[in-house]
């Protein structure tokens, strides 16, 4: 039998999830062809999924004319069938859940992008989906923003399994990493179990490329182009090791404490003249999580190279840092201002879901009175 390519990642410690759902994916059953076939070991979720999905079909029409008749407002009815479709992909991830002993098989769902800058509303909602959600391989996505840090620990500590997202930056990475043992060490005072506890955190990398490579271009450093976003994730890859193995973890991990792993986020090519699987095929690595898109996996599928290559050219990832640095390029700056970006990005998808709910409730009121 031919060897899937993408089921072949897996081989060197890294799951991939799939960035996309929709309930057509799940009604076709290619979710579960993907799972079985291509080795799909779970699905992320966020504002701009959920809205392609709602405004590209009629597949949830009925729901929203249901709980508009009801009494329902538009956010109300857009978690209820968010909530609908999560709890159906982590029943077909069940199966992966419990072979991975509670290490994969995880479905997220994100608090309103809306919360993004409020931490109170952030633990209050992200609560209220677990609870709502009600299934052991969900991960509740929550912005590593400076808001959503103490939400995160918050979380951690009530036993919440949380995936960090929009996270862009190495010193707001550490941060992250700190609120979530910081959460552990919490929970492990109040003397309650840490050992159902996953996390991830999802470090954004195309993107970091698209903001920085036309600077490179005006300062003539195009041997640095496509590189920033690479060197970010090996130079986090390796922040992640010194913590994970550090004695402070160490204590935590006597009472079967998780390590929270690194996620790759946006991994498909924005710049057409890089490879369309450039950030799957060099950051493959033990004990990390890469999010896919649907066409992304297609093409590596297709003729992706499935070998360890996060740890290789190490030198090279930092040098490269450093050459940004010295040319006026600040990482720190950039990457503030991709986290505000992507806060507007989600807050416009959320706004364009809420509206195509509004819109349908509408058309079928118009109808009733013609």
Same mark, same amino acid.
């Given at each position: ?7 072949q ?19 076709s ?5 993907m ?8 699905v ?23 709980h ?11 978690y ?9 992909a982590?029943?077909?991830f ?9 290490v ?5 769902? =994100? ?16 609560m ?12 509740i ?9 103490p ?23 550490? =941060? ?7 959460g ?37 450093l ?12 090996r ?8 913590i ?5 973890f ?8 998780h ?22 095929e ?17 093409a ?11 740890e290789?050219h ?11 640095k010295?040319?006026?390029? =600040? ?19 959320y706004?364009?879901?809420l509206?195509?709910i ?13």
């Amino acid at each position: 039998m031919e060897k899937n390519n993408v089921k072949q990642i897996h081989n060197f410690g890294q799951s991939i999830w799939l960035d996309f759902i929709d309930r057509q994916i799940m009604n076709s059953g290619k979710l579960k062809k993907m799972i079985d076939e291509d080795g799909i070991r779970g699905v992320t979720s966020n504002p701009s999924i959920f809205e392609k999905a709602i405004t590209g079909s009629n597949d949830y029409q009925d729901d929203i004319l249901k709980h508009a008749a009801e009494g329902k407002n538009n956010e109300a009815i857009f978690y209820i069938m968010a909530i609908k479709d999560i709890q159906r992909a982590a029943d077909l991830f069940k199966p992966t859940f419990d072979e991975s002993n509670g290490v994969d098989g995880f479905v997220s769902l =994100e608090v309103s992008p809306l919360l993004a800058r409020d931490t109170d509303g952030t633990i209050k909602q992200a609560m209220e989906l677990w609870q709502l959600v009600d299934r052991k391989n969900i991960m509740i996505k929550i912005p590593g923003t400076v808001e959503g840090l103490p939400a995160i620990r918050k979380c951690i500590s009530e036993g919440v399994n949380i995936n960090v997202t929009l996270l862009f930056g190495l010193p707001r990475y550490k =941060e992250v990493v700190e609120a979530y043992l910081m959460g552990l060490e919490d929970r492990v005072k109040m003397n309650k179990p840490i050992d159902n506890i996953q996390s991830v955190a999802s470090f954004f990398l195309s993107r970091i490329d698209v903001m920085i490579d036309p600077l490179l271009k005006v300062q003539s450093l195009t041997e640095l182009k496509g590189e920033g976003a690479i060197a970010s994730a090996r130079e986090a890859y390796q922040i992640y090791k010194k913590i994970f193995n550090s004695e402070r973890f160490e204590d935590i991990a006597k009472k079967e404490a998780h390590r929270q792993r690194l996620l790759w986020a946006s991994t498909s090519s924005k710049d057409p003249s890089f490879s369309d699987v450039k950030y799957i095929e060099t950051l493959i690595g033990n004990e990390t999580v890469n999010t896919v898109p649907l066409e992304t996996i297609d093409a590596f599928r297709d003729h992706g190279l499935a070998a360890s290559t996060l740890e290789q050219h190490l030198d090279r990832a930092a040098d490269v840092l450093v050459q940004l640095k010295k040319h006026g390029i =600040e990482l720190n700056e950039i990457t503030q201002k991709l986290e505000n970006e992507g806060i507007e990005k989600f807050n416009k998808a959320y706004d364009q879901v809420l509206t195509a709910i509004d819109n349908q409730r509408k058309i079928k009121h118009s109808q009733q009175n013609e």
